[in-house]
């Protein structure tokens, strides 16, 4: 009972993680009907943006300002970064290509891609750089919840994921630009005809999706504490997997796929194989797609002629 | 003749679209033109010529490695090119093709079969792999596919990492089957009736036989009843499907020649290498093929050829010490040759970058000396060069990095700058380059390979998606 509670306490934490990859992908993929392949590699420069800063403020070791103003400034700063390299990728790559053929963007995408895993192993090397987050925040702090005991950066970053997610629901439901968000991703000309800034649309769209990438860069970092350049491939690969399963172009859907995932992920390692852990996700993820590509909360498009 | 139900400006269509301007459209009517027949013979003469005239083993293993992308860039076309489906695992069935033959000519499982029988087992295995694979593509759209098939590719990665230390029940010791990170070392050489396969050059001849043999299989297959299903699939499945085309079918034929191909050019690779490893089938081959492809025009026959050897010839030239320093520069004056056009924006450029360089030189060299690294031994032009740029200091790298990050930042201002600002962005453009390249890319090949293959498929997909050799195609969206 012990073990499976710990399993699910990592399955909640890698899931918050996955979830919020899975929103850029998802909503991204609702407004353009784009699958942004660089979207791992947002996330991968915020965790890189996020180490920056800590290197900047003295390292994990000894820190020059209080550690709770540090890790915020991470998670800020590599939000702000990651979410100006996606409106960026999506101004350079995306949209002179808005009228090219289906395949065109994919593969400038996976350029980008491409281009910003060259442009990290550039500048930081291909080695492991670690946030050090033990000697930062204390493991033996947390809370205990029977007889397990979950610690702190677990907890900032489940708590920080969801508030994130509920902020992310009140603008989307809430907010005229959210409303403009949602008719765009129903017919992207009618919302044009009816007086909705479409590309302002498709701009904010990449600014908030990157930013939560990078957001969810930084718990990695902390979590995991380990930043190179190519984790960003199968961080994609399974935040993408998120995505469909919940239905891509969903936001509820995204979430509840990448808590899935992570939970998948979390007891397939736990119970079965940690060798085989990416396998069997990578496997699940084909007969999923094979069986309901729609996902869960995705509509079947009826395709117009 | 024009007769009824004929329309001249529809006639005249395709002498329209070969009307590219300027020197790409000559170059395109010399080489990609289907109506000259010596450009194939001449190519072909001197593929055949090559290894003989160069008595160097280096550069016919250079050719080597550009005959093995250049059958995977034409076996990726069928899938591609002509029938549009974004395939992202096809480098998967390039390394089971290579694995295969390990597993039935070396000493991993102690079977050494001949190599047309391995050959023969491995394409039609490929095939049918290619073809169960391709099954669920008949109901996926464009980018469901990819990354579907891009999940084939890693599971295949995986697999060729983990199957060394494989449990099975009844069995007290763990099999190796692929040998994992280390992967299958000792493969058989090929030898087939009786020609032993020894030196490079002798894969180099059995490749050039394997691409001439296809490509005029390709050139049949292109205007053929299959050819023109699959380019209908490209432009509209949907109208496709209408005029009667069997699109599932035809989509999965498609799947199994290119993993068959794809499956041979690998078991070559393995003989070649004489061993198999996980690393020699990742993402990156996959941008190498794609690159590759791209570049050279997807959709033409021509243009897998011609983009395989210009993507395979890069990273060797920037092996060579010195070489990377021709092509950078040679690009940089082809490229203001090319758009810096009236004749005096390239003087601007070029005086502004001149003088640019002086003045950050100076200034450098007044407030901040330790950046500099020691004199540049050299002669002439070279130590000029050496006086002019900002040769930094081994411990001062970081400022190439910096100066890279700056770099990109004014190279995308100056894309949306509007003139006479673009012009100007230049000058500090062309500087920032040099020094980046001089200081920081001239060190690590590898990655201003990668960098070079990523910038290349982004700027070919805005600029010219139809490659240098391509037709322009009009999608209906």
Redesign the interface.
Known sequence: MEFFLVLFVNGLTLGSVYALIALGYSMV?GIL???NFAHGDIYMMGAFAGYGVLITFGGPKAPTIPVVLLVIFMFVVAMVFAGVLGV?IE???YR??R??????????A??????????A???FGAQFRSYNTPSMIDVRTGIQIGPVHVSLVRIIVIVSAVVLMVALQLLVNRTRLGRAMRATSFDMEAAAMMGVDVDRVVVATFLIGSALAGAAGVMMGLVYNRVFHFMG??AG?KG?TAA?IGGIGSIPGAMLGGLLIGMAESFTAGYISS??Q??IV??L??IF??VR?VGFFGRSEI?K? | MPGIGRDEWVDSVEARRDEDSGGLGLFRRRIGGSGRRWVPLVVGAVAVAYPLLLRSEFLVRVGVNVLLLMLLALGLNIVVGWTGLLDLGYVAYYGMGAYGYAFLASDQFGIHLPTLAVIGIVVIAMGVIGYLLGLPTRRLSGDYLAILTLFFLQVFVELTLNLDRLRLPFIDRTLSITGGPNGIAGVDPMSILGLHFQRVSDYYYLLLGLIIVMISGLVRLEHSRTGRAWMAIREDPLAAEHMTVPVARMKVMAYAIGAAVAGLTGTVFAAVQTGVFPQNFTVTLLIVVYAALILGGSGSIAGAVFGAVVIGAIPEILRIPGGGRVLFYGALLAGGLIWLRPRRRLVVVGVGTLALGLGVRLMTATWWPEVIAGPQDGSGIGRLFGRWLVQLAPTKLWVANLAFVLLVILVLTAVIAIEPWRTALLIPVVYLAVFVWENRLVTEPSITRQLIFGVLLVVMMAIRPQGLLGKPRVEIV
Do not use: D, H, Q, W
């Not at chain 1, 009228?99 to 400038?108: G, N, T, V």
């Not at chain 1, 996976?110 to 442009?119: T, Y």
């Open positions: 993929y009907k784009l699958l960026a101004r350079f790559a002179p290509l009228r090219a053929p289906r395949i065109a963007p994919l593969i400038s996976i350029g980008v891609s491409f281009f910003l895993e060259s442009v192993l550039l500048l491939f199968v690969l993408f469909v060798t085989f990416n396998l990578f496997g993820l084909i797609l094979l590509p395709v002629v």
